[in-house]
């Protein structure tokens, strides 16, 4: 399972990188596009039609956000409950999003072959828009991926949190399984110490009560 998740958590990596950089490619266009237009009045010719092949790339980052929990989140009511109920909740929701952006991503490469057919291209520069479509049919299915590694984080911390919240409720328990764990690991050594701790009570059985009388 974890080398499943690491070869998960790499394709993401990678698909972040490419979005970063068409994200900076992005920001360049426009300040030149601003320039050229208002300035120089020469605007990019397809500025437009390039703004919305790099917004498509740099969605390729979608699937390592979902991944890590960054999804925009509003916890007003969820929340409230226990961590238990908010860990089963997750859970859910991720399944959900799964099957939504499973969908929507096999919806959209599924459409690859419609337009190859057709020929549909962009208007000012004369691009095939199927790349374009592929590349947000694999930003989906990343978020798919991302969601797969989400859903199997929130399962393996179901357990500790349910643990948390038995602690949280009763405090006496978690000092108690504490001093149980302090127990466990001293266990191994306390054998040997038991021998001479009798040994010396035997040597010291001649002792006095509290009254001072003197007993054997």
């Known amino acids: 399972m974890s080398v499943f998740l690491k070869v998960l958590r790499g394709i993401c990596t990678v698909l972040v990188v490419i979005s970063c950089a068409a994200i900076l490619v992005l920001a360049a266009l426009t300040t030149y596009n601003v320039v050229m237009r208002y300035i120089l009045s020469k605007?990019?010719?397809?500025a437009t039609e390039w703004s919305q092949m790099l917004l498509i790339i740099s969605m390729l980052a979608m699937g390592i956000a979902v991944a890590d929990g960054r999804a925009i989140r509003v916890g007003m009511v969820?929340?409230?409950?226990p961590k238990r109920v908010n860990v089963?909740?997750?859970i859910i929701m991720g399944l959900i999003a799964l099957a939504f952006f499973a969908l929507v991503g096999w919806m959209l490469i599924a459409r690859l072959g419609w337009l190859i057919e057709r020929g549909k291209a962009y208007l000012y520069l004369g691009w095939p828009e199927w790349p374009m479509y592929l590349a947000l049919g694999i930003s989906f299915l990343s978020c798919?991926?991302?969601?797969?590694?989400?859903?199997?984080?929130?399962?393996?911390?179901?357990?500790?949190?349910?643990?948390?919240?038995?602690?949280?409720?009763n405090p006496d328990l978690a000092i108690l399984a504490l001093a149980n764990e302090e127990?466990?690991?001293?266990?191994?050594?306390?054998?040997?110490?038991?021998n001479g701790d009798s040994g010396h009570g035997a040597g010291n059985g001649a002792g006095t009560t509290d009254k001072g009388e003197v007993t054997e």
């Open 43 to 46: 605007p990019v010719t397809g």
């Open 78 to 81: 969820v929340d409230r409950f």
């Open 88 to 90: 089963a909740f997750e």
């Open 144 to 169: 798919a991926l991302g969601t797969i590694v989400f859903a199997v984080n929130s399962i393996v911390n179901f357990k500790s949190a349910k643990d948390k919240d038995v602690f949280d409720e």
């Open 183 to 194: 127990d466990a690991r001293n266990s191994g050594g306390s054998g040997d110490d038991g």
